[in-house]
């Protein structure tokens, strides 16, 4: 489409190289209506009907699901859980540091005694709550691997699993072995 013959320009605006765009006149437009978006686009030569997506479209492999499963959401979960663990722990170590070190005078060995507090049991946490998150993770996946089927049941019984075995005494009779003979028999 050419530009109108008489070369005017837009009066409401500029653009960069003089005008803010392009002005066609009435003839040029005669056959394109302005309302709606089933005509043939002047522009693009694209019938815009094409364009309109009512629903998301992903590039999947050939049988693959549109949700994320387990095992995908597992390494979210674990990451998530290690860093709330890690920012709990230094509010946790901050609030801590601060009450043991109140009488002590505002100075370097005070500072030191926070920020050790602070990384220590933001360490800590983070340790917690992040092997947690793997047993919990790592149950539902097998879970669902052995069921075939994904369901709240999975969840719940990952979820008692998980439980069982952190609270399990297995992992404090192994340390109260060690802290009575100095070895792990």
Do not use: H
């Not at 765009?21 to 094409?50: C, F, H, W």
């Not at 479209?57 to 998530?80: C, D, H, Q, S, V």
């Not at 709550?129 to 539902?140: E, K, T, W």
């Not at 369901?151 to 019984?157: E, F, K, M, P």
């Amino acid at each position: 489409m050419d530009k109108d013959s008489s070369g005017s320009r837009n009066p409401a605006g500029f653009g960069l190289f003089g005008s803010a765009g392009p002005q066609y006149s009435k003839a040029e437009l005669a056959g394109v209506p302005l309302t709606g978006m089933s005509p043939i686009s002047p522009y693009l030569n694209v019938d815009p009907r094409y364009l309109i997506q009512d629903t998301d479209e992903f590039i999947l492999p050939t049988g693959a699901n549109k949700t994320r499963g387990r095992f995908e959401l597992a390494f979210f979960t674990i990451g998530g859980c290690c860093i709330t663990g890690a920012l709990c722990g230094a509010v946790n170590g901050l609030r801590m540091g601060l009450s043991e070190t109140r009488n002590m005078a505002w100075s370097k060995p005070q500072n030191v005694q926070i920020l050790n507090m602070v990384t220590r049991q933001g360490a800590t946490w983070a340790n917690t709550l992040g092997s947690v998150a793997l047993l919990y993770s790592a149950f539902g996946v097998i879970i669902e691997k052995a069921r075939g089927a994904e369901d709240d049941l999975n969840t719940i019984a990952a979820g008692t699993m998980t439980g069982v075995l952190y609270k399990s005494p297995v992992k404090s009779q192994t340390g109260w072995i060690y802290k009575r003979t100095g070895s792990l028999r």
